[in-house]
Nanobody, 121 residues
């Protein structure tokens, strides 16, 4: 089993920044592939960014150049640095993990409880 706990969400004005964290515990070998997803009310969960065990990354077009996914293996922590935030980035953000490279597809086996990000003036 893998446990994921997100933190770092909050309210920010447009153009602001936030850094989300996701601490991984349990059988961390099952967390070779990880991703960040978001879900706004009334919308489907969408992939934002993903990273593999070789630290290769991929981003949704909507966040390219603004968001950066990274992983600190020593701390078993996944990060999502979000800059130049827009109101349309408002959503619940989830981290996910699996042994399989689901990339930006929300089919990961393990999910955190989510952290809310609100971008509003």
């Amino acid at each position: 089993q893998v446990q994921l706990v997100e933190s770092g969400g909050g309210s920010v004005q447009p153009g602001g920044s936030l850094r989300l964290s996701c601490v991984v515990s349990g059988y961390t070998d099952s967390a070779s592939y990880m991703g960040w997803f978001r879900q706004a009310p009334g919308k489907e969960r969408e992939g934002v960014a993903a990273i593999d065990l070789f630290r290769s990354t991929i981003y949704a077009d909507s966040v390219k150049g603004r968001f950066t996914i990274s992983k600190d293996n020593a701390k078993n922590t996944l990060y999502l640095q979000m800059n130049s935030l827009k109101p349309e980035d408002t959503a619940m953000y989830y981290c996910a993990a699996d042994r399989i490279a689901w990339v930006l597809t929300p089919r990961y086996s393990y999910w955190g409880q989510g952290t809310q990000v609100t971008v509003s003036s």
